[in-house]
């Protein structure tokens, strides 16, 4: 009986102390995406984070925009372990938005997760990354289209 009340508190107690702790210990932590070839001078660097193929590419989970003024920047954010599907454009106007031509291609540069390169439309599936407790920093290579 004593012994199955030290358990409970034990328990009890354990069970406050890690609703205190870091989120980092409940599968958080910081996604580090490094940003390469950006084009200077010219506008900011736009990395969007999408944890949904709902909105993908309309509206991001995690939006972070970066200034231009070397040629590598490093982008961070505080989200839960999964999935994510990462793109990344240089605003080179700062007009808020990535500028088209009139059959659609971007013509300002642009990248992908998994430095994918796509023919078309970008696929959700094809951008994704994975990023868990182990996982290292990601590195996306602006591209311009033409």
Known sequence: MILQQRFS???????????????SSFGQGTLTIQVVNIQQPGGNVVVDLYNSETGWLTTPYKRLEL?????????SFQVPYGTYA????????????TDMNF????KEPVGFGNNYKPFGEPKFKSALIEF???????????????
């Open 9 to 23: 508190i034990l328990f009890t107690f354990t069970m406050v102390m890690a609703s205190f702790s870091p989120l």
């Open 67 to 75: 200034p231009s003024d070397q040629r590598a920047r490093t982008a």
């Open 86 to 97: 990462v793109t990344v454009h240089q605003d080179m106007n700062s007009n808020g938005e």
């Open 103 to 106: 059959l659609g291609i971007p």
């Open 132 to 146: 868990n407790a182990t996982a290292r920093s990601q590195e996306i290579e602006l591209y311009e289209v033409f």
